[in-house]
């Protein structure tokens, strides 16, 4: 298949394209920035467009089988809002490849995406599924928890949390530390986009991407600091501490936490991966603190 990727050059991006690849499949990549294009794109054609605006969406998938779906963000900066891009975005981007006469849509959410979600990131993308469901393509959602594992360049908790380890000899962490947590590979997401498109099975369907092993968010620290080979000395700071301060403080240029990024923390981030790894016969990698 010819594969339009929208968000190829983020971190996901960097583990999508080279799985669509190994199965045999034409990448064409969308970004906003083409001479920005990170290298894992180096083997791909590249359209510019935007999935917000719409811009260049239609030439870019032109010619397309398939849309692999990956945009998305974690926080909304300099005019970007949840609601415009996963949703706005989705709606372009289902648009245009239902134009194109395109025959899959995957299209990546998250667990937890519900339209009532008190959270802005998961009620849009419980908004973005309804729209990919309605739009009478057929479609495979897939909703990982967190992501770890090599990938393009981009945000990724791993990094994140490794940034912080590194330059602190105490490590905040907000309240008790035992919320729940069930980290999925990027190998494994993206080996499932790639299977996604051919599975016949996993047309209409919507897979919950986790990990092999539940983990409490203490222990997912304690062992991305074992791989960087250093202490892990928790700092537990009480949630009536910090709950006042964080609307205030999630401005701050660089502060590493959003009030709806607490919550979902809190909330923790687990799901049954088993009908996931069945369909796409893909083997769970356990999570190494990388
Ligand atoms: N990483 C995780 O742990 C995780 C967990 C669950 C779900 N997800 C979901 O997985 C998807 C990919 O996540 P990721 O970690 O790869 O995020 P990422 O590294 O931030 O990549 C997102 C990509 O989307 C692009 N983008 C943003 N707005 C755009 C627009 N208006 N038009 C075109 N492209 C645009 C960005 O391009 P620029 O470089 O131009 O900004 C970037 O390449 C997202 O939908 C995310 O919600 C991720």
Redesign the pocket.
């Known amino acids: 298949m010819r594969v339009l990727v929208?968000?190829?050059?983020?971190?996901?991006?960097?583990a999508v394209v080279p799985a669509l690849e190994a199965e045999g499949h034409r990448v064409r990549a969308?970004?906003?920035?083409p001479a920005?294009a990170p290298a894992h794109l180096r083997t791909v054609e590249i359209a510019p467009?935007?999935?917000?605006?719409g811009s260049g969406l239609a030439a870019a998938v032109a010619g397309c089988d398939a849309v692999v779906?990956?945009?998305?963000?974690?926080r909304e900066a300099r005019g970007?809002t949840m609601a415009?891009?996963?949703v706005q975005?989705v709606r372009n981007a289902l648009g245009a490849a239902a134009h194109a006469g395109a025959s899959r849509f995957v299209h990546?959410?998250?667990?937890g995406a519900d339209t009532h979600s008190p959270t802005a990131?998961l009620r849009t993308?419980g908004d973005a599924e309804r729209c990919v469901a309605a739009a009478g393509l057929p479609y495979t959602i897939i909703?990982?928890?967190?992501?770890?594992g090599p990938?393009?360049?981009?945000?990724?908790?791993v990094a994140e949390l490794g940034g912080i380890l590194r330059v602190t000899p105490f490590m905040p962490v907000f309240g008790d530390g035992r919320y729940p947590m069930q980290p999925v590979s990027?190998r494994n997401v993206a080996a499932g986009c790639a299977r996604a498109l051919t599975l016949p099975a996993a047309a209409g369907r919507t897979y919950e991407a986790g990990g092999p092993e539940r983990l409490t968010y203490d222990e997912v620290l304690r062992r991305i600091a074992a791989a960087m080979g250093r202490p892990f000395r928790p700092l537990h700071v009480p949630l009536g501490l910090i709950r006042p301060l964080l609307p205030a403080l999630q401005h701050l240029p660089g502060f590493p936490l959003t009030v709806d990024q607490l919550t979902m923390l809190l909330d923790g981030s687990v799901c049954d991966p088993g009908p996931f790894f069945e369909a796409f016969g893909l083997t769970p990698d356990p999570f190494d603190g990388r």
């Open positions: 929208t968000g190829a050059g983020g971190y996901l991006g960097g969308l970004v906003r920035r920005d467009g935007d999935v917000v605006s779906h990956l945009v998305g963000i974690i970007a415009g891009v996963h975005g990546i959410s998250a667990v990131y993308k909703r990982p928890t967190v992501v770890f990938g393009g360049p981009g945000r990724n908790l990027a």
